[in-house]
């Protein structure tokens, strides 16, 4: 009896006992957000510190560089002008005070003066910004029409078929930017002369570059798409689509293709950084201008500023469009943990 009456007491003392409180589903997004907008800012910091010990670490005095890339040949700088150099760059302070001015300048959007013009980067990066983000944009855009048109005509049509979709994706993300960009040149610019060789600014002149960056990304986007397709076809609305007599065509663009482009829509965070960065060689390939001439320009004058301007610009893309592509997963679906 006593026995019998010490369970039910341990019973109904552990029913009063209060369930440890899960956190609501907002503040769950809310610390998911934060801890990805932590780990973004993380990135940034790390890759805008190796760009700046990177223009340190190089061998030579950096105030007689500047005079040499001014002056277009190396020669013996006297004590004045070195002194007039290190006093207008602050390269005469400590090394970890050039390093945060450089930190609180990447903040405010300074990325410092060019060595060679005489002007900030910024401006030198804004003038031809546009033309490589509507290229960038454009190659995304054909990338998607390439991925959903061979993925819904070769996707879940038996191992024959499919098996030639899967070749086709691997060799298209295979293939190099600067050897398609040759050969599209060759092929439609002199050989079909469809296209002109020198691209610049017209609509016509996007196309072959827009399509040397698009046909990679369609292989990779097309890789991740494919399974995702197969599977989707054998979920049960499907087969209850085609009972009420939808045609294939129907299903595939009406139900099974909203259902698989998923992991293409994550993997567009990461194309528009891809896109800006394979930029600088079609820019060059195709004659284009952009920020790929630019940071050709400045590699060739080593002028430094240029180069890590473009560098960390690119690297800001590519990790702000990856965390708002996280962020709308996250929003969506807060159990779902995009890396």
Known sequence: MTRTSSSSAAVAERDTVPAPRRPSVSRRVLLQIGRKIV???????????????????????RATV?????????????????????????????????YFDYLGGLVRGDFGTSYQQFRPVTAIIGEQLGA?????????????????????????????????GSTVDVFAAGLPAYWL??????????????????????????????????????????QSTRAEFERALDQPFVLSA?????????????????????????????????????????ESIFNRPGIGSVLVGAVNSQDLPVVVGIVTLVAVVYVVANLLVDIVYTIVDPRMEVS
């Open 66 to 98: 500047i005079l040499n890339i001014r002056a277009g040949q190396a020669q013996v700088r006297t004590p004045a002008e070195l002194a007039q150099i290190n006093a207008q760059y602050g390269l005469q302070r400590p090394l970890i005070v050039q």
């Open 39 to 61: 780990a973004a800012v993380v990135v940034l910091w790390g890759a805008a510190t190796v760009a700046f010990f990177a223009q340190t670490a190089l061998p030579g005095d």
């Open 242 to 282: 085609r009972m009420r007599g939808m045609g294939d065509w129907g299903i595939r663009l009406r139900h099974v293709l909203r259902h698989a482009i998923i992991p293409a829509v994550t993997l567009s965070g990461w194309a528009l950084g891809a896109t800006l960065s394979g930029a600088v060689i079609v």
């Open 181 to 222: 960009g040759i050969i599209l040149l060759l092929v439609f610019g002199l050989g079909l002369r469809w296209f002109p060789v020198l691209s610049g600014n017209g609509v016509n002149g996007l196309i072959l570059p827009a399509l040397t960056l698009a046909i990679p990304l369609a292989g990779f986007m097309s």
């Open 132 to 164: 490589t983000v509507i290229l960038s944009l454009t190659a995304i855009l054909f990338a998607w029409i390439l991925m959903v048109v061979w993925v819904t005509l070769t996707a879940g049509r038996g191992p024959r078929i499919g098996g030639v």
